[in-house]
């Protein structure tokens, strides 16, 4: 190899390397507002929701009320998809069938159902696929892999959650547990077993939510770093906070929370309130299932009407289900837009793509905008190789967001791949 094959070559890597992942800001972001309060107007109100707090309420508490876990051993292990998949470690190397057989049975899939225990989280937890803290990414050399898709973080779970467990690992570290919303894998030292006495203590009926993001309580110590939406039950002046003795029994610890940290649920629906709460999620970093605790897009959008007492699913393909569905996938784009634009309701309606969920705040320019927590731009660089602009955090943006930069991948946009939005003050 000559010296001038050798430097076109090292050009070549080098470029590349280069052009695979950017940070380059896109014009959205200086085009449009970042702050949430431009784009709330003074008719927002949203229909009956004191009854569909008590809906939240009864979903929330599904797991000690009525405690039975009606998910299928099928659905429970679905995560026995990735054995079959090229899947690496956070070394970057590939995982070998052995350590997947390992994994699978400390899963101990056989008691599937049999502990049937009721429990609370007293630690924000990171709910896994499988029993482990390891991490498994698909290919991390390629676009949109790697670092923070980490797919055995299947979600996260705040503090004082009721949980109900199916059973533990072969080795006791773990715990198979179902919430109102989400299944997976807990540390065991991270939950409480609550008995009948301790629920009828908590279930006070008079429920506070964070309406803050990332705040710190404390009894004589630090206890968490509180979340938006993270709920409180209060007992005269005193907030009730799940805390476990020895034995892995929840026992009840009376806080005091700022006052500014919280409000009674559910927050009413009005002008005031939803700059409030969309203020304080605007920006934040994204976290790929909830990563070192921050949100990704359903999560975000879980969290922001969970404050209002609208009940959310996790993942966005199951929040289409939480109001009224449109479907508009086969209109050309002009249409969807014109039809968002006309029928959407300023920030409660979602919109929905398969792997992504925004929420609609309104039109400006004639475009519809949305707030939403996003990871990046698709790109095409070197040889039609694809790349991503990296965005990375809860931005406003129309749908059509990075489309001014010289590599950004047309072929099928945000706008392309939209399939229908959600009125979720609407019925099914």
């Given at each position: 190899m000559n010296l001038k094959t050798v430097f076109f070559t090292l050009f070549i890597a080098i470029f590349f390397s280069a052009c695979v992942h950017q940070n380059a800001q896109i014009a959205d972001l200086k085009e449009y507002s970042q702050n949430p309060n431009d784009y709330v107007t003074d008719d927002l109100t949203f229909n009956n929701q004191q009854k569909t707090n008590k809906y939240f309420d009864k979903q929330y508490f599904n797991v000690w009320t009525n405690p039975k876990i009606s998910i299928?051993?099928?659905?429970?292990?679905?995560?026995?998809?990735?054995?079959?998949?090229?899947?690496?470690?956070?070394?970057?190397?590939?995982?070998?069938?052995?350590?997947?057989?390992?994994?699978?049975?400390?899963?101990?899939?056989?008691?599937?159902?049999?502990?049937?225990?009721?429990?609370?989280?007293?630690?924000?937890?990171?709910?896994?696929?499988?029993?482990?803290?390891?991490?498994?990414?698909?290919?991390p050399y390629t676009a949109g892999e790697g670092f923070p898709f980490d797919y055995n973080q299947n979600s996260q779970i705040k503090i004082n959650t009721p949980i109900l467990i199916s059973h533990f690992s072969k080795d006791k570290a773990w715990a198979f547990i179902k919430s109102a919303s989400v299944f997976g894998w807990i540390k065991v030292d991270n939950i409480a077993f609550v008995n009948n006495k301790f629920i009828k203590n908590f279930m006070t009926n008079n429920y506070y939510i964070a309406t803050k993001d990332k705040f710190n309580i404390y009894d004589e110590f630090f206890i968490e770093k509180v979340q938006l939406g993270t709920i409180f039950p209060k007992k005269n002046s005193k907030y009730i906070v799940a805390k476990k003795d020895l034995k892995h029994n929840a026992y009840i610890k009376y806080i005091s929370i700022n006052e500014n940290n919280i409000d009674k649920k559910p927050l009413k629906f009005n002008t005031h309130n939803i700059s409030k709460i969309a203020s304080q999620l605007i920006g934040e970093q994204y976290g790929w299932g909830g990563i070192f605790n921050f949100r990704d897009c359903s999560s975000f959008t879980q969290d922001f009407f969970s404050v209002f007492g609208k009940y959310l699913e996790r993942n966005s393909s199951k929040q289409i289900e939480n109001g009224k569905y449109i479907k508009i996938k086969d209109l050309s784009n002009e249409e969807k837009k014109e039809f968002i634009a006309k029928n959407a309701k300023p920030f409660k309606t979602l919109i929905h793509l398969p792997g992504h969920i925004m929420l609609y705040i309104g039109n400006k320019n004639n475009e519809p905008l949305v707030m939403h927590n996003v990871w990046g731009v698709k790109t095409r660089v070197f040889l039609q190789e694809k790349g991503r602009n990296i965005i990375g955090k809860n931005i406003i943006s129309t749908l059509e967001f990075g489309k001014e930069l010289a590599t950004y991948d047309d072929t099928k946009n945000v706008l392309d791949k939209i399939e229908g939005i959600v009125i979720l003050d609407e019925k099914r």
């Open positions: 299928s051993k099928r659905v429970a292990t679905w995560g026995l998809v990735y054995k079959k998949r090229e899947i690496y470690l956070q070394n970057f190397s590939k995982a070998s069938k052995q350590w997947f057989d390992k994994l699978i049975d400390n899963s101990n899939f056989d008691d599937f159902k049999k502990v049937s225990k009721r429990a609370i989280v007293v630690k924000n937890s990171a709910l896994k696929v499988f029993p482990t803290i390891e991490m498994m990414f698909y290919n």
